[in-house]
């Protein structure tokens, strides 16, 4: 699986939009990106997937470039309950898609 | 909505104990993960299961065993604890399928503590 390369953190006020990026150069082309966040104390939350196509859902929009190198993650309206470790995977889809490996993923703090 | 549960959110065992962490998934996931997070190592798959009575090695599968009798639960054994298994053990589950790739849903995790 390619490896991935985030900021270890970032803040952002409440209300605004939160931008965490993650470079994945890398990244081959079955390979799909992935969001998890971790609330303190919680398990991963599964976020967002994309493999070429931006995507939106209700929780957040992934921005993936069109060399496929790098993504960016848009929390549109961050508020207080975002505050967690955000992590940027990519795995291989298909039978063997098993594995995920998370990095040490951005801190996101959202200050009030 | 998708839930994972784990029998125990704080275990305290003694060395040499045998542990028994118990995951359940409500969702007839074929796949189920069990995981351990360590503070600077992120988390490592320890075993995973792709169907009933399979198993997996994942990365760090020395000094653990796993067990998956019934589709919706997937047991973790310690056989004789050992104080550098403490740790934060995370149980998941997916949907298994070829060409897309299914996310992963986890339960709150088990604090363990080997004294």
């Known amino acids: 699986d390619a490896k991935t390369t985030q900021p270890p953190s970032m803040d952002c006020a409440e209300g605004r939009a939160a931008n965490l990026p993650c470079n994945h150069s890398t990244i081959s082309g079955n390979e799909y990106v992935y969001w998890y966040r971790q609330i303190h104390s919680q398990g991963p939350q599964y976020i967002i997937h994309g493999l070429k196509n931006n995507e939106t859902n209700e929780m957040a929009s992934l921005i993936i470039t069109e060399d496929r190198k790098s993504s960016t993650l848009i929390l549109p309206h961050a508020t207080l309950r975002d505050t967690a470790v955000y992590y940027c995977i990519v795995r291989v889809g298909g039978d063997s898609s098993y594995k995920l490996i998370f990095g040490s993923g951005t801190r996101l703090l959202v200050r009030p | 909505d998708v839930k994972v549960t784990q029998s125990s959110r704080y275990l305290v065992k003694r060395t040499g104990e045998k542990v028994f962490l118990e995951c359940v998934q409500d969702m007839d996931h074929e796949n189920m993960f069990w995981y351990r997070q360590d503070p600077g190592l992120g988390l490592r798959l320890i075993y995973f299961s792709y169907d009933v009575k399979m198993k997996e090695k994942g990365d760090i599968p020395e000094g653990y065993s796993v067990s998956r009798e019934k589709k919706e639960r997937f047991s973790l054994i310690l056989e004789s604890a050992s104080t550098n298994q403490t740790s934060m053990y995370l149980c998941?589950?997916?949907?298994w399928g070829t060409g897309a790739s299914y996310e992963q849903y986890f339960g709150p995790g088990t604090r363990l503590t080997v004294t």
């Open positions: 998941a589950s997916s949907l």
